[in-house]
């Protein structure tokens, strides 16, 4: 049996793989989709999909707009991603995603104990879910 603890150091890997990955084509539907995707030369190291199905926040300069995937009036803001590159990506202990992209702009999507919150699938990643407890 894997340990939590080993478990989160896969997941973590797993996200720290999205730095240097630029947003290439978004999905609105009942789920906000990014297809992330980084290149070596010509060649794709990374291609994955990153799907949010929870409220999330995104903050640049001002305050946070809240993401709702259920609330297409509250979708605008994540449209600005579009060609953004991913500087930073993290996930802490309560299995919070944070995405910090190059112009600023911070997508932070936490844990929900009753659905699934984000999935993350493709090549360049193990594949990760992260649903309820």
Do not use: Y
């Amino acid at each position: 049996m894997v340990s939590p603890k080993r478990l989160l150091a896969d997941v973590r890997a797993d996200v720290g793989q999205l730095i240097g990955c630029e947003v290439t084509q978004l999905v609105l539907d009942h789920r906000v989709g990014l297809r992330l995707v980084r290149f070596e030369g010509e060649i794709a190291r990374v291609d994955v999909l990153l799907e949010i199905g929870v409220t999330s926040q995104l903050s640049d300069e001002g305050a946070p707009e809240r993401i709702d995937p259920e609330e297409p009036t509250t979708l605008a803001g994540v449209l600005h991603l579009l060609r953004k590159r991913i500087e930073h990506a993290s996930l802490d202990e309560q299995l919070t995603l944070v995405v910090r992209f190059d112009d600023g702009a911070v997508l932070t999507v936490a844990r929900d104990v009753r659905v699934e919150s984000w999935e993350l699938s493709g090549a360049g990643v193990n594949g990760v879910l992260i649903g309820p407890v």
